[in-house]
């Protein structure tokens, strides 16, 4: 699997993932980054789209076993539930990186975490933010 940094090379280097343009890291984990971005091309009627769009690079190891292939599907299962961020596209770009593009939802947990003057949230706070 590639390290963080090879994936977000591939971002910094490319800027452009299919039809999106990537904007500032909004995090990272274990299977890759996620990034703001919003549509390259948009008619003058209507307001850029925003979105999350995870990253995934593409090794020898996961050439076949691609994680964010499986998220996409779960997200198309779920897409009518009100729980589940919408699926909105996926691709590959450069022939070593998948690309899933999903509704941006509200503040990750960090960032609210670092709203509050002790930079720490409580349990029931975290949970409540889960369920929202």
């Known amino acids: 699997m590639a390290t963080k940094k090879e994936d977000e090379d591939v971002v910094v280097k490319t800027r452009r993932l299919g039809p999106w343009v990537a904007g500032p890291r909004l995090g990272s984990g274990s299977f890759g980054q996620v990034y703001r971005a919003r ?3 948009v008619s003058r009627d209507e307001p850029p789209e925003e979105v999350a769009l995870k990253v995934e690079r593409i090794s020898d190891d996961n050439e076949e076993d691609s994680l964010l292939g499986a998220e ?3 997200l ?3 897409q009518d539930s009100a729980h589940s961020a919408a699926f909105i ?6 022939g070593r990186t998948r690309w899933l593009a999903m509704e941006r939802l509200g503040p990750t947990l960090d960032q609210r975490r670092r709203r509050v003057p ?3 949230l409580s349990a029931s706070t975290g949970l409540r933010c889960f369920l929202e």
């Open 76 to 78: 198309l299962a779920f």
């Open 89 to 94: 596209d996926c691709g590959t770009a450069g």
């Open 39 to 41: 549509r390259a091309e």
């Open 118 to 120: 002790s930079r720490r």
């Open 72 to 74: 996409a599907h779960l």
